[in-house]
């Protein structure tokens, strides 16, 4: 929130909205009372150790999930009862197609943004629209789209997962740890469109990381979890100590990794 | 004219083979991408169920094997929907349940005789025009409905959380697969029979998506390919005198093997 205040870009409206949010399955509460909101035009990455709930939270945010107690909203609606969904841009950590030698092209998987709902004539429509062309410039596959998706490296594949969103000119991009198993060179370029996305076509982005180092250089705002939300603000207020109570690792080690990353 | 074409029951023999080499590697394709290959052989043992009592109480078998597979198909997908158990723990469960089934009511309706067989192998000999008329009529909504749900198809295989986000109804796009993937089968019985008929949903899918780049040619080389086995088969059963079934099955897991012997060649030169 304060983010957007300092930046006077709070009047743009509140994209998601976690209130009392608490998911959870056999009596163990996954995330347990997580409360913030996300605002059009920032920048927020989801920190936390393995198996803190950071996926649930973006399948709580997707309505893929509904909460046990408490609500998310979805631009004001229940997220699970969401329906406008050209709005949402989703970048999972891993397709089920990519291991099943899914056939489909480049282009093809970008097109499949484009959908809005039946029709039958779709299936005979073998053009691919210029929107489509222009999304697989801007991150850079546009010489991929013959190629099939299964046959392209990790970070390839995770380009194209974003270009398929934004066919679809999203307002918010919600990316599960877009960095991993992508190469130093690869996550640069990631978080380089990531940059241009944010700052230049004023998309919110919510994502989630292991990353600490590049979460400090390019997220306006930090959410912390550990099935609680431990911290929420500005990525420059965290402090070291916050960051390692999160991941119980010793100060030093974290504070290494961010004096390397920072360089 | 070649003898072969000479004969009624083998131009019946030829109508169904290629309406059912047609059939199930359409619905193959978003089957085994989805991971779903084993629905075939769990929905063929619900058929058997269903011919099972439809000899036991002297009803059109395939009516009864249609009944039974829908509601199968219903209950699996209800299972994968609510997580009630892992998958491919509910496809074996299914299989399971409806084999024990199949076993009683058989054993009730007099036991084992030509009539059974004839579905559990097929039969070309007993193909007659009711059983084509009702593949046909069930081709016409197979394509129908891959050609008018494509995208959804499409989406869902290639995601199920990806296709939810584009607003995709996921769960009803699979269930009407699974109950026209149990329509199928049970009109395939006769031709390929209930115990080959799964290899025709899986094994020319196999091939083509080893070959195709684009999902529009993968399905369309499945189908050619399903086709052709029919047809090859059918007239190595006809001049060999073997079961078609067998000639038909094998006769797709040849070109299979023919496909990675290929590639394996291939890689081996550009290596």
């Known amino acids: 929130m304060t983010v957007n205040e300092r930046n006077g870009s709070s009047a743009n409206g509140v994209n998601l909205e976690f209130r009392n949010a608490t998911y959870g399955y056999e009596a163990i509460d996954v995330v347990q009372d997580i409360s913030f909101t996300v605002e059009q035009g920032d920048f927020v990455a989801l920190l936390g150790p393995n198996g803190s709930g950071k996926t649930t939270l973006v399948r709580l945010a997707l309505g893929l999930v509904n909460p046990t107690r408490g609500e998310v909203l979805l631009f004001g609606a229940q997220a699970h009862r969401f329906r406008d969904w050209h709005q949402v841009g989703y970048v999972p950590q891993t397709v089920e197609g990519i291991h099943t030698q899914f056939p489909a092209t480049v282009e093809e998987i970008v097109s499949h943004g484009l959908y809005k709902g039946f029709d039958p004539t779709r299936f005979w429509k073998l053009g691919i629209p210029e929107s489509v062309r222009i999304s697989m410039e801007a991150v850079g596959v546009a010489n991929l789209r013959k190629r099939r998706i299964s046959a392209l490296s990790t970070g390839q594949q995770q380009r194209v997962l974003i270009a398929r969103s934004l066919v679809r000119d999203p307002k918010i991009l919600l990316l599960d740890e877009p960095e991993a198993g992508v190469d130093a060179a690869g996550q640069e370029q990631l978080y380089s469109i990531l940059r241009r996305l944010n700052t230049e076509d004023g998309i919110t982005i919510l994502m989630v990381s292991h990353d600490i180092g590049a979460v400090m250089r390019e997220a306006k705002t930090v959410a912390c979890i550990n099935r609680t939300l431990v911290f929420h603000g500005p990525a420059h207020h965290i402090t070291q100590r916050e960051l390692s109570d999160l991941y119980g690792l010793p100060m030093d080690v974290l504070v290494h990794d961010l004096m390397h990353e920072h360089r | ?42 929905l063929s043992h619900v058929a058997l169920t269903g011919v099972a009592f439809g000899l036991l109480t002297k009803t059109f078998p395939p009516i009864a094997g249609l009944l039974a597979t829908s509601t199968a198909a219903v209950a699996i997908e209800t299972v994968r929907l609510k997580r009630l158990m892992p998958g491919d723990v509910a496809l074996a469960v299914v299989l399971y349940s409806a084999l024990a089934v199949a076993v009683v009511v058989i054993g009730l309706a007099g036991g084992f005789n030509v009539d059974l067989f004839s579905y559990l192998f097929g039969s070309i000999l007993t193909v007659n025009n009711t059983d084509l008329w009702l593949l046909a009529a069930l081709a016409a909504v197979v394509i129908t409905f891959v050609v008018s749900f494509y995208p959804e198809l499409a989406q869902s295989s290639f995601d199920t959380d990806l296709a939810r986000v584009s607003g995709v109804r996921v769960f009803g796009v699979n269930l009407v697969l699974a109950i026209l993937t149990g329509a199928t089968i049970t009109l395939s019985m006769r031709v390929v029979g209930v115990l080959l008929v799964g290899a025709l949903i899986v094994v020319p899918v196999m091939v083509s998506l080893r070959v195709a780049t684009g999902l529009r040619p993968a399905i369309g080389l499945a189908v050619a390919i399903g086709i052709g086995s029919s047809l090859f088969g059918l007239t190595i059963a006809f001049y060999a005198n073997v079961a078609a079934g067998g000639a038909i099955v094998l006769t797709s897991v040849g070109i299979l093997v023919l496909t990675m012997a290929t590639e394996y060649v291939v890689g081996k030169v550009r290596a």
């Open chain 2, 1 to 42: 004219m070649p003898e072969i074409f000479q004969y009624d029951f083998m131009i019946r023999a030829f109508v169904g083979g290629v309406l059912v080499g047609a059939l199930a590697p359409a619905l193959g394709v978003f089957l085994v991408l989805r991971r779903l290959a084993l629905i075939a052989d769990s």
